[in-house]
Each structure stands twice: as C-alpha cells, then as structure tokens.
C-alpha cells in the first residue's frame, strides 16, 4: 500500500509540473514573449503587431526592430510590421533564419554585424522569440556584450519557450549552432 500512494504521489506531482510548464508557455506565447536582455539596449519578443510597436517604442524607446523570419512581403503580419515600424520612425531589417537549420560561422559573423550596427534600443523577434531568437540574443551577448558562456547561453533556454531536446524538437539545429559557434568565440567547455 505504501508503494502506491508514493507512486500516485510521484504521478500527481508529475502532473502538475507539466501542467505547470503548459501554462507558462501559453503565458509566454499569449504575452508576446518579450524580455529585456540588456535594458535599454536590446529586448526580445515574439512576432510584433502594430500595437505591440506602438507600445515598446513608447514604454522602452525601441529604435530599430530584426525581424528574424526574412522579409515577407504580400503577408499581413509582414505588411504590418513595416508599416507601423515606418510610421513611428523605427529601423527595420530582416534576416532570414530558420529554427530547422544550423546557422554558419559566416551567417552568424553577418548576424552579429547587423545587430551590432543598428539603433539602439533593438528589439529582435521571430515567430514565437524562442529558438532564432534566443540564439541570436546568445550570439550577442557573447559577441557585442562579452557576457561569459552561462549567461549569453542561458537566452537559448526553456526560460523563453525554448526546447531544445534532441529528436523531440524541431528547433535542435540551434543548440547546435550555439555550440558549433562558441568555441569559435573562445569559450572553453569544462
């Protein structure tokens, strides 16, 4: 008897850890995802709206928005984005990622770049500010911040809504980039 109850308590448990995980993505995914990484300097976030713009270039004085799906010129959200980033006197640019794919030292180097030469505050988005997202805050923290491994790292976590498990997630390829791209950067694994 005494089995089954630490069995059904481990169960329960279990049940409410996942739960509890489901609910902080839909947070996550239903608040935009957005984050400081450096305040004044560089946010993250899911895919902007109009509003969303609006909001973060009042509240936090956003500059110049990376759009890290690649222009999509015809689409609404697309359209979208351009129109109320030009209307409010926001720098836009787009670089195209792809969270199936692992992102090259020379994609990577153009990337840095990019971020590195716009206005500041940026903000930088993708779909959900998840996968292209948290790599590319990793990329820059290491890069342009000099942040030690830990920290730029740590962008690309479950924290954002990342997952980056082996087979079970189609976004692996950028753990893998990461990891390709840090001993270029001259971190040293322990």
């Keep these: 008897m005494r089995t089954g109850r630490i069995i059904r308590r481990l169960g329960l448990g279990l049940g409410a850890a996942v739960a509890g995980l489901v609910g902080y993505l839909a947070f996550l995914h239903v608040s935009g995802n957005f984050h400081p990484v450096v305040a004044g300097e560089v946010y993250r976030s899911a895919q902007v709206s109009a509003a969303d713009i609006a909001t973060y270039r009042a509240k936090y004085g956003i500059a110049s928005i990376l759009n890290l799906r690649g222009a999509a010129p015809g ?36 990337l840095v770049s ?16 998840s996968d292209r997202t948290g790599l590319a805050m990793s ?12 920290t730029a790292e740590g962008q690309l976590s479950l ?32």
């Design 114 to 129: 990019l971020m590195r030469g716009m206005p500041k505050p940026l903000l930088v988005h993708c779909r959900h500010g």
């Design 159 to 190: 924290w954002f809504g990342h997952i980056g498990v082996p087979v079970l997630s189609d976004a692996w390829p950028m753990d893998t980039s990461w990891e390709k791209l840090e001993a270029g950067l001259g971190y040293v694994e322990s």
């Design 75 to 110: 689409e609404d959200w697309y359209d979208e984005e351009i129109a109320a980033s030009s209307a409010l006197g926001v720098a836009h640019a787009d670089f195209a990622m792809n969270a199936s794919r692992e992102l090259g030292p020379d994609e990577a180097a153009r």
């Design 139 to 150: 990329l820059y923290l290491a890069t342009i911040r000099g942040a030690d491994e830990a």
